[in-house]
């Protein structure tokens, strides 16, 4: 690959990126306007992250399932319990990247969230980096 074609490639990726986060901000502010507005009832709302995917697929599933009042088949439980073994012994090839891996800071994303800082702080100090 010549150095031109790879900066052209570079050069969209990075565009492709900014753009992304410029998307990801705007989801996030409009759902939090929904939820001020009420349209959101904090009791219909299960929040899962991937790291308790990754922690606990099975207990998470089951977590989603009684929370959304569905019965669990034999057959969706060894579905559940397939997919279980298949991740316990999953092992990433890549490195989940870091904010400053992007340029961002925390005080960069409560900016740009308009959030408290604090309120991202406390998450950032739940979520596992490695």
Known sequence: MNVVRLAAINSLSEKYIDRRYIHDV????????????????????????????????????????????????????????EQ??????????????KLEDFGLSIEKLAADLEADERLWRKFEEGCDHA
């Open 26 to 81: 705007n989801y996030y502010r409009y759902i939090r306007r929904l939820r001020r507005k009420g349209f959101f009832n904090a009791h219909n709302i299960l929040q899962v992250r991937y790291e308790d995917f990754q922690k606990d697929f099975r207990g998470t599933i089951k977590k989603v399932f009684e929370f959304a009042e569905l019965p669990i088949s034999e057959a969706m439980r060894l579905r559940i319990e």
């Open 84 to 97: 279980h073994k298949k991740q316990s012994g999953y092992r990433p090839l890549h490195r989940n990247l």
